[in-house]
Nanobody, 115 residues
């Protein structure tokens, strides 16, 4: 049973920073893709950033240059450093893992950016 445990959400003023973490546990293949999606009220869930086990990243255009995704393969953990946050970044952020074709989701963590 694979579990994703997220941490690091909260309330921050515009221009501030937050760091999200997501730790995967259970039977996980070493080659996988992990990352973050977000869903704002009334909107569809959207990609924020993903990273392969080899370190290749893909970012949404809206966060390029502000967010940095990294991972520690030994800990099966990814970190999303979010800088220069904007009110439009407010959403529930969900950790995502794709492992041998199976997709897993975390429970979500709220990020609120006040103006």
């Amino acid at each position: 049973q694979v579990q994703l445990v997220e941490s690091g959400g909260g309330l921050v003023q515009a221009g501030g920073s937050l760091r999200l973490s997501c730790a995967a546990s259970g039977s996980i293949f070493s080659i996988n893709i992990m990352g973050w999606y977000r869903q704002a009220p009334g909107k569809q869930r959207e990609l924020v950033a993903v990273i392969t086990s080899s370190g290749r990243t893909n970012y949404a255009d809206s966060v390029k240059g502000r967010f940095t995704l990294s991972r520690d393969n030994a800990k099966n953990t990814v970190y999303l450093q979010m800088n220069s946050l904007k009110p439009e970044d407010t959403a529930v952020y969900y950790c995502n893992l794709i492992d041998v074709g199976v997709e897993y989701w975390g429970q979500g963590t709220q990020v609120t950016v006040s103006s």
